[in-house]
């Protein structure tokens, strides 16, 4: 076998990398970043809502997020989470929240009349404290197909104390075949999730329900729409109050 050189022969590998880093709590104003490996460093560290920490990395950072592990120290029944990690921006979005969590469910009584029978947007939950909606499922008691083109979308919007004029999508379903599609009698139905900030409620904003028909539409059984909450919160100042976070990434690497 003839020789070749070492440069001709390419292995293509993948090896992990980790970041370990804390943020102190500096209660609702902006927090500070502890860095705990400088060749890694966190770039920025910016709040977008009660409980809320967007987390900038370096650009140097690479790849697939495959894990993640976020601490609360120094605070007794809170906690926090990797809620997204956008790749191209280099962003990570932290929620902190009390570990308890509550449950608000809209009940559908009846089948619609007809395929094309829609329902106009009524109000289904008023916040009383700030939450964050974590969770949407809708429960039928019969199944429903998807279809290219006849359908049902459920949609919730939260609508602001600030202008309730001005609705924002906080979560949805779309029957359409290559959307959320078909659902299975009994079985939740699991909801779209808009974005933090649309989920995240001030005390006096309000959840809308609205059930709308696409071409000829299609039945929507009676059944049960339940939503999660968690309370979106924020870590008081302290001394000893931390987020500890922990990441693990994916990296392709050719040797």
């Known amino acids: 076998m003839a020789n070749r050189a070492l440069n001709d022969l390419h292995t ?5 990398v980790h970041l370990a880093f804390s943020i102190k709590a500096n ?9 705990q490996d400088a060749s890694k460093p966190v770039a920025a560290v910016v709040r977008s809502g009660v409980g809320v920490l967007g987390v900038g990395l370096a650009d140097s950072w690479p790849a697939t997020l495959l894990h993640s592990h976020c601490q609360v120290r120094g605070v007794a029944g809170k906690r926090a ?51 964050a909606l974590t969770a949407a499922r809708y429960t039928p008691n019969a199944a429903v197909a998807a279809d290219a083109s006849n359908t049902v979308q ?11 004029g001005t609705p ?7 029957s359409t075949t290559g959307q959320n599609g078909a ?7 699991a909801f779209d999730m808009g974005s933090v900030a649309n989920r995240t409620l001030v005390s006096g904003d309000t959840l809308t329900v609205e059930i709308a028909k696409s071409g000829t539409g299609v039945i929507l059984p009676a059944g049960v729409l339940d939503l999660d ?17 922990s990441l693990t990434f994916d990296e392709a690497t050719q040797i």
């Open 183 to 189: 659902m299975t009698a009994f079985t939740p139905a």
């Open 27 to 35: 209660g609702t104003s902006s927090p500070t970043t502890i860095e």
């Open 154 to 164: 459920i949609t919730i919007d939260k609508r602001p104390v600030a202008g309730y």
């Open 81 to 131: 989470y990797v809620l997204s990690w956008t790749q191209s921006t280099k962003t990570l979005v932290i929620v902190t929240e009390a570990v308890q969590s509550g449950i608000v469910e809209w009940f559908k009584d009846e089948d619609d009349a007809a395929a094309s029978t829609a329902t106009a947007e009524r109000t289904i939950y008023r916040a009383k404290n700030d939450v």
């Open 12 to 16: 293509v590998g993948r090896k992990k």
């Open 229 to 245: 909450f968690s309370e979106a919160s924020d870590i008081a100042a302290g001394a000893n109050n931390y987020i500890d976070v």
């Open 168 to 174: 924002v999508l906080a979560a949805d379903y779309d």
